[in-house]
């Protein structure tokens, strides 16, 4: 069965240093999104993404992140310049239409931790 | 209130039992809804959509009350495989149909041997 993969599994940060998150979808998936867990705390919304562009973003995507879909494969989440409230799972989704019905698959995510 | 709301938990029912949870959401315009599965430190992972008729997959029967804004999820004959934390989802549709996904906060569930 195809799956979302995403690398690394874990990275380890300084403040203030960036980091890129890198996501494969699933190959014959349009829709893409990355979605965040703090420690105890529910999943939260970041971005989505469509057509090379963000489609919808939530309030906690600021300027220090940004996303890229720089080949056919890949989906990126920079963050500029890391927080210690930064740390956090880190998912990628991805889906294959635009029907509210259809599944969004997550990768396995990558923990993030900034000291 | 809430977007998504849930009994945070713990559920600890012994192995066998029938245990349900529920969820409400607060916007009453959201398109589709769903029950994810979530283990410890993994991705979430869908265990079944909701629809209005209700619907049974197995074990696992869902049910969606659009008037009271109201999902829930009922677990027949549970076994220690079920131990899980489980998440209301809710899809409040968008310009694209499709745009986000919001969680609630998930209920955990321990199964007793």
């Known amino acids: 069965e195809p799956e979302v993969t995403q690398t690394p599994s874990h990275q380890v940060t300084q403040m203030g240093q960036e980091v890129i998150l890198r996501c494969v979808p699933i190959?014959?998936?349009?829709?893409f999104y990355w979605y965040r867990q703090i420690l105890g705390q529910k999943v939260e919304f970041l971005v989505s993404?469509?057509?090379?562009?963000?489609?919808?973003k939530s309030e906690i995507f600021d300027d220090q992140f940004s996303v890229e879909r720089p080949d056919g494969s890949n989906f990126t989440l920079k963050i500029r310049s890391t927080k210690l409230e930064d740390s956090a799972m880190y998912f990628c989704?991805?889906?294959?239409?635009?029907?509210?019905?259809?599944?969004?698959?997550f990768g396995p995510g990558t923990r993030l931790t900034v000291l | 209130r809430k977007e998504v709301e849930q009994d945070p938990g713990p559920f600890n029912v012994p192995e066998g039992a029938t245990v349900a949870f529920n969820c409400t959401y607060s916007?009453?315009?959201?398109?589709?809804f769903f029950w994810y599965r979530q283990d410890c430190r993994k991705e979430p992972k869908l265990l079944m959509s909701v629809y209005s008729s209700g619907n049974e997959d197995g074990r696992f029967t869902a049910q969606l009350n659009r008037a009271s804004q109201y999902i829930s999820l009922l677990i027949r004959d549970s076994k220690l495989s079920d131990s899980a934390t489980y998440l209301c989802v809710v899809n409040p549709g968008g310009s694209f149909g499709n745009e986000k996904l919001t969680f609630g906060t998930g209920t955990r569930l321990t199964i007793i041997p």
């Open positions: 916007n009453s315009a959201s398109q589709s």
């Open positions: 989704a991805s889906i294959q239409t635009s029907s509210v019905a259809d599944t969004q698959y």
């Open positions: 190959s014959n998936h349009l829709y």
């Open positions: 993404f469509y057509n090379n562009e963000i489609s919808e």
